[in-house]
């Protein structure tokens, strides 16, 4: 591992555009058991209410409806991959306490990856596409308001409860958590009281029906399923959760609190611990293990495959057992609503739509979460100089409060069907982008011990080839504007 000397400070170069990083200590991980899954959880959590979101609610039951169930196996393809991207993610946070994005401003050219990244970021997600749909739902289930004024409380929504937090972390993480909960289980309940056996066992078999591409689907309808559980930059927010939690390197660094709170100091140099020491290393492989272990559990299983398998038995239901047409987008959940109501009266209709809504409207919390954080970044660590008289904390809450302007002017698009569908196409190159991003990153900064190699290595290579391809065809092909 080289090394320099400085006076009692070991350091280690990190590429030639930022200060090297301090070597120190790598902190002790907890043990793998069943209560540290649970206690580190967080990051993963979040990660799988954010998947039970727009393409579960808005995409799945659709596709379900449109009796496309053999197209899901891809779903199983896109979440393995998933898994190895935001160990990447995470790999490089946890060895250094850094950001990817802080990663990214240490590769050449000066002042580009940074800015790249937050602009590509705004673009792909600032659209207000969840909330609104949640919004509208909530507006036709409960019978009062317009979906305008329940997009615009919600939206000031986030803003005063993250200003409100002690950590915004945190808050995060009991929203997220709370979502997770109801909608996955309000779902499998009322999934399983409306199907039959017939449409269980087709919906399976649709999930279990590897290679097959259905006949009379189209490159728009495959295209949100090679982004799932999360897709694009929503991925690339497991970097500032990782180490808001505090693992691995990430606990010496300061965290994001709210506005009644101190600020706390973010370093823009991370940390790097001895690669060549066995004990460290074995500590570090350690966080990478746990962290690998929650995306699997909280990430994938609960909250991408188990969400989306019940939403895909739901339309497809409602379209063979009861004969209904659903359409695309939000009004999906009123047309399932409308099926609980045939069979428990208004209180089911009520209540599933409450669970519809909770998984579009925990949704926003993380995205405008993540895009201030990636914004943050940006002015914080690329122009210390111009923003850097300012803390970290302050140009978060700016941005936080311009994605939220940016979102009352949006909410005038309505709610259609193909901005979230824009999302989806945008993200397919926008997860290439950051896949090839932390490959080259972690392959060559990070000290040779832990870099990533193998099957790690070449998963990411080809999907994110897979999806530039397909990007481009999708582009030709389908016309996605």
Not at 194 to 208: N, Q
Not at 364 to 393: M, V
């Amino acid at each position: 591992m080289a090394e320099a000397e400085k006076g009692q400070v070991r350091t280690m170069k990190a590429g030639d555009i930022k200060p090297p990083w301090e070597i120190r200590e790598m902190p002790e991980a907890p043990p793998l058991t069943f209560k540290s899954l649970f206690q580190w959880a967080g990051p993963a959590i979040i990660l799988g209410a954010l998947s039970v979101g727009g393409f579960e609610a808005y995409h799945a039951g659709f596709m379900g409806a449109k009796l496309f169930v053999g197209i899901f196996w891809l779903y199983w393809v896109s979440s393995i991959c998933q898994v190895f991207l935001n160990q990447e993610i995470a790999r490089y946070t946890m060895a250094t306490g850094e950001t990817i994005l802080q990663g990214f401003t240490r590769l050449g050219p000066p002042r580009v990856w940074a800015w790249v990244s937050a602009i590509f970021c705004w673009i792909q997600v600032a659209w207000p596409a969840w909330i609104t749909g949640a919004a509208a739902g909530a507006a036709a289930v409960f019978g009062f308001g317009t979906w305008q004024a329940w997009s615009i409380v919600a939206l000031v929504a986030v803003f005063i409860v993250f200003a409100a937090s002690r950590y915004v972390y945190n808050t995060l993480e009991i929203v997220m958590y709370a979502a997770f909960v109801v909608a996955n289980a309000g779902l499998a309940f009322f999934t399983i009281t409306m199907t039959t056996p017939a449409a269980a066992a087709e919906t399976t078999k649709g999930w279990l029906s590897v290679g097959l591409i259905p006949a009379g689907i189209t490159l728009g309808m495959i295209g949100p399923f090679l982004l799932q559980p999360a897709g694009g930059f929503w991925n690339f927010w497991h970097t500032y959760w990782v180490r808001e939690k505090g693992m691995g390197m990430g606990k010496y660094f300061g965290r994001v609190t709210g506005l009644a709170y101190k600020p706390e100091d973010i370093r823009r140099t991370g940390y790097i611990f001895d690669a060549d020491n066995p004990v460290e290393l074995a500590k570090f492989k350690k966080w990478l293990r746990l962290n690998n272990l929650t995306l699997i559990v909280f990430f994938i299983i609960l909250g991408g495959v188990f969400f989306t398998y019940f939403a895909s038995m739901a339309g497809f239901s409602a379209k063979t057992v009861y004969k209904m047409d659903v359409p695309s987008g939000w009004k999906i959940a009123i047309v399932l609503a409308e099926i609980f109501k045939s069979a428990y009266g208004q209180l089911g209709f009520m209540f599933f739509g409450i669970i519809l809504i909770f998984a579009l409207f925990d949704s926003q919390f993380s995205i405008y979460d993540g895009i201030a954080r990636i914004w943050a970044d940006a002015f914080f660590i690329e122009h210390p100089d111009t923003f850097g008289k300012r803390s970290y904390r302050y140009w978060y809450f700016v941005v936080l409060g311009a994605l939220v302007i940016y979102g009352l002017f949006g909410i005038w698009l309505k709610t259609p069907y193909i901005v979230w569908l824009i999302a989806n196409w945008l993200g397919t190159a926008a997860q290439a982008y950051i896949t090839f991003m932390v490959i080259t990153l972690n392959r060559k900064l990070l000290p040779e011990k832990i870099r990533p190699r193998g099957v790690s290595l070449w998963v990411n290579l080809i999907w994110g080839i897979i999806l530039l391809v397909y990007f481009f065809a999708w582009t030709i092909k389908d016309l996605p504007f």
